[in-house]
Nanobody
Framework: HVQVMESGGGLVQAGGSLRLSCLVA????????VAWLRQAPGTEREGLSC????????YYPDSVKGRFTISRDYAKNTVYLQMNSLKPDDTAMYYC??????????????????????RGQGTQVTVSS
């Protein structure tokens, strides 16, 4: 039984930091690209970062590049998203997802929610001004 479970969300002031965690259990963690996406009310779900199965490649959109960092711990089957210099516009539900990959790349469609084999329920991040 595969589980994808996010944690670490909360309320933070603008300029602050948060680290989100995501436990990915019940699958061969080294075979999966892992990603973070988010969705604010009334908006499309947005891809934030993807890390390839063996962590050799990471992907970020310009909106978070330099502020957000994805990482993964193979011993703990856990993915992290370190978020710095948070802004009120970063307020959203944050989701973790995993996709089995035949190689050490993220999919070209990594920003798309439907691309992923396994997805979490999300953790809320609220940034106050």
């Amino acid at each position: 039984h595969v589980q994808v479970m996010e944690s670490g969300g909360g309320l933070v002031q603008a300029g602050g930091s948060l680290r989100l965690s995501c436990l990915v259990a019940g699958l061969s963690f080294t075979d999966y690209a892992v990603a973070w996406l988010r969705q604010a009310p009334g908006t499309e779900r947005e891809g934030l970062s993807c890390m390839s199965p063996r962590a050799s490649l990471t992907y970020y959109p310009d909106s978070v590049k330099g502020r957000f960092t994805i990482s993964r711990d193979y011993a703990k089957n856990t993915v992290y998203l370190q978020m710095n210099s948070l802004k009120p516009d970063d307020t959203a539900m944050y989701y973790c997802a995993a996709e089995r990959r035949p190689n050490d790349y993220c999919s070209k469609s990594w920003k798309n929610w439907g691309e992923y084999d396994h997805r979490g329920q999300g953790t809320q991040v609220t940034v106050s001004s």
